[in-house]
């Protein structure tokens, strides 16, 4: 009976031994939680054995429970790097269709080339779905998508309208044996060639696909006042591209500015004549405004305001997640796009829960069903984005335990030992 007391013991404390032996190689897992061996006595009765006699029979593994203390935090450079400060787990799903779910406290996720947000087995982070304002719709399981990151937003819309206010030199010299243009006597004006102009300056426009191209326009200044003429008198030469802008095969804008330095010509916008841009948009009209806040006063020349109405779509510039879960990604238009809530998890009871290997777990009976809930709400802890939860084993409290679990196990040999050498000696007294 005493072989097969201590052999209990012998297999109680291997199983110990072997659980510390995890745990300890796991003290680097990302959301690895320490398990630990509950054990339980084994006793043998009869109906009619004397209460006071019973000798137990050794012991047995009740349970291996995983330990759901915090781990210690680190920080990381990655926004899609999460830690869960609190109780709970991510939602990632597998298989064809997401119908496999998996409960994580592993929050390393990357991006796929298609652009899902997965763990480091595939699976994919779930959202819960939200407005545009980022208010949850459900907390239903079934009703959670997974996170994909889009790769553009917004709409293209093409530059109609360029706006223009600035200061114009009025010290600025007339270019020599340049008469001002007329269709039969056009001067020689080239744009590479700074002597042909007096100033430039230049503004990204935009073709109804969203392309970028570059629209400079160049100021060349005409006359002066004279008897004939009071004001002083510019053009404004506009290109998109390698495209000049024109009104019935003219091109420039005139500008006429009276002895104050304000501009009397144009007080509207100067609208040119549609054009199909070579990036292969549809055909664009644009209208050039100066204003009423362009002039020309003493100084240099100066541009005080150049914008245009123009839009691309906007490309992924980058992705956050706020302590309650919300996710959003930024677009180098300026947009912001909720794309959805972390979806998060909790149970009645984690212990309960499955193991399947990179700190994940399943549903089981004993674990219940998942309580779906928001971060910082309902008992669930806040995310924190640009870190990640480390192992909660302790390296020295186990290899304390793991000395205790071998000296149990000698011991238990020791009983065995002892119990043959007594069955020995008893043998040979028979002999």
Not at 31 to 55: E, H, M
């Amino acid at each position: 009976m005493a072989f097969y007391t201590a052999f209990s013991g012998l297999t109680g404390a291997q199983t110990e031994m072997a659980t510390i032996a995890n745990n300890i190689a796991n003290v680097s897992t990302t959301g690895f939680k320490r398990s630990r061996v509950a054990f339980g006595d084994i006793i043998s009765t009869s109906p009619l054995q004397n209460p006071n006699r019973i000798v137990g029979a050794g012991t047995t593994v009740r349970s291996i429970t995983q330990q759901f203390q915090q781990g210690p935090t680190e920080t990381s450079t990655s926004a899609l790097d999460l830690a869960l400060a609190g109780a709970g787990f991510f939602v990632v799903k597998s298989g064809a269709g997401g119908v496999q779910t998996h409960f994580t406290r592993n929050g390393s996720f990357a991006v796929t080339a298609d652009r899902f947000i997965v763990d480091s087995q595939g699976r994919r982070l779930q959202l819960f779905p939200t407005t545009t304002d980022g208010g949850v719709q459900t907390t239903a399981l079934s009703s959670t998508v997974p996170a994909r990151l889009p790769l553009t937003s917004g709409t293209p819309q093409a530059t109609s309208q360029i706006n223009i206010s600035g200061n114009l030199d009025p010290t600025a010299p007339i270019i020599a044996n340049r008469p001002i243009y007329t269709p039969t006597n056009p001067y020689q004006f080239d744009r590479n060639d700074p002597a042909t102009f007096n100033s430039s300056t230049s503004i990204t426009v935009f073709d109804s696909l969203g392309n970028p191209l570059a629209a400079t326009i160049y100021y060349i200044k005409d006359a002066v006042p004279s008897a004939a003429s009071p004001t002083h008198d510019w053009t404004a030469r506009v290109f998109v591209g390698d495209t000049e802008m024109t009104v019935g095969g003219t091109p420039g804008i005139p500008l006429q500015f009276d002895a104050a330095g304000v501009m009397v010509t144009p007080t509207t916008p100067f609208a040119f004549d549609p054009f199909t841009p070579l990036s292969g948009g549809n055909q664009m009209a644009i209208a050039v405004d100066h204003g009423t806040a362009t002039f020309q006063q003493a100084g240099p020349f100066s541009i005080a305001l150049i914008e245009q109405d123009g839009i691309s779509a906007g490309q992924l510039e980058s992705v956050s997640v706020d302590p309650d879960g919300l996710m959003r990604a930024s677009f180098s238009n300026g947009e912001v796009q909720v794309l959805g809530k972390v979806a998060l998890a909790n149970f009645s009871n984690p212990q309960g829960l499955k193991q399947t290997g990179d700190a994940s777990w399943v549903v089981t009976p004993q674990s219940g069903e998942p309580l779906m809930g928001e971060g910082g709400r309902g008992g669930i802890g806040t995310i924190l984005s640009g870190n990640l939860e480390r192992s909660n084993v302790d390296l020295t409290a186990e290899l304390v335990n793991l000395i205790a679990a071998q000296r149990n196990f000698q011991a238990s040999a020791k009983a065995i030992e002892t119990d043959n050498q007594l069955m020995q000696t008893i043998i040979n007294l028979r002999n």
